[in-house]
């Protein structure tokens, strides 16, 4: 763990392992913190905050410049380790890594950027000023589908803004954290400033991070019902709380768009890190006059795919996360199969040759999808598209938006006013025209309703981490 800018172990010296989802292969091990680690790492924040807060802007910003250089100079081999031990292929390692250094330098920029503002009075002799300051020590929980690029994402607003910070990533990936604190620590953070406690049961972290008075923000992203949890306990503590949720994104293809076109983006962004993403579509929702060249090209594209270690050339689709990952999706598929729906490609585990000792299932396509199925609602988070046939294009916005859920739509059509009464209708945060990657470190990211509260990335995302102070000045 990093405490007070010194590696240490926990404080019982016990430790956790970790696994390759491909091999099964135990690659590592991690300190086993608790409650008392937390504690020492909010100590270490606590005491930071004050010396870190009055650094100038631009010496934050320098060192998460240099961040950005240590992270872009190191990108193969935290690609390689990323992989290893999380599973996503080489060439989507290789992106997120891109992608985690993008929030680096996106807020080694925007910590310039952060200023206030004289405001009128209604006195001659009154002047009023208002500032914006850190919030204090954060605390951040991050998930493992993207191990590195969802601590950035926190880590970079965090400290441009002048926050101090204590970290759990999750238990599958905490090599993945570690080396983003290698990075941190030989870019030369001050000791406290950043600090990650790593344990394999994640409840006694929790508790201590929402329920101690000196954390003042807690950023969670992970599933929903851990996040409106969490978020309840710091709301019992007045915590500022941004959490950035599950999603059941709907991908709309209308009667005027390309259904091939539609279909390879479909095939290429529903089976990025074997669909393990909060933005991954999940009701692929194609007008009957298109669905059959859609079914075509998409089963066509899914079949190809290559399943299996991601270090391996031309895999597309790595393991998943575990075991228990793989019995859901199996039971989401068998509930759709019962009741009527088409497995033209796919449908079950993996557990021949290669794959025999990973968590792997096969990418599958399913049609036919009809609302009473379970992952006509459910996020699914595997390599499954599922297809739903619709005639009313009137409709199609209102289906879009029956899900408790708000994170990302996607919409194909080549009519701009299409186009823009979609992005209009639709409840969603992230919203792809055409476009199958609505996402960079230089836009906000975050859901509506169950997809969560607050937005990451883009100018605003560094809001989440400061407070308005505001002066009222008699002269
Ligand atoms: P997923 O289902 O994607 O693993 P989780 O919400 O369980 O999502 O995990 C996301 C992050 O939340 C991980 O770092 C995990 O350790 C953490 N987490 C899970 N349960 C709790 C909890 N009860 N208290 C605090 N953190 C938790």
Redesign the pocket.
Known sequence: MFIDGEWVEAHRGTHFEVTNPATGDVIGHMPDGAASDAIAAIDAADAAFTDWSNTTAYERSRLLYRAWELMTERSEQLAELMTIEQGKPIKASRAEVKYAADFLIWFAEEAKRVHGEWLPSQRPNQRFLSVKVPVGVVAA?????YPISMLTRKMGPALAAGCTMVL?????TPLCARAVFEVLADAGVPAGVVNMVTASD??P???V?TSDARVKKLT????T???K??AARAAGNLQRVSVELGGHAPFIVFPDADPVHAAKGAAALKFLNAGQACISPNRLYVHESKVGAFNETICQRVGRLQTGNGLDDGVGVGPL?NDAAVTKIEAQVEDARERGAGVPVGGGRLTDGAHAAGHFFAPTVLTDITPDMRIYREET?GPVAPVISYDDVDQVIDLANDTDYGLAAYVYTNQMSTALRAFEGLRFGIIGINDVNPTSASVPFGGMGDSGIGREGGHEGINEYLETKTGGFAI
Do not use: C, D, H
């Not at 929980?141 to 589908?145: A, E, G, Q, S, V």
């Not at 759990?168 to 599958?172: C, D, L």
């Not at 969670?220 to 599933?223: A, K, L, N, P, R």
């Open positions: 929980i991050t998930p493992w589908n759990k990533p999750a238990e599958a994640p409840r972290i929790g508790e991070f969670f992203t992970g599933s019902a851990v996040g949890m969490l996360v988070f």
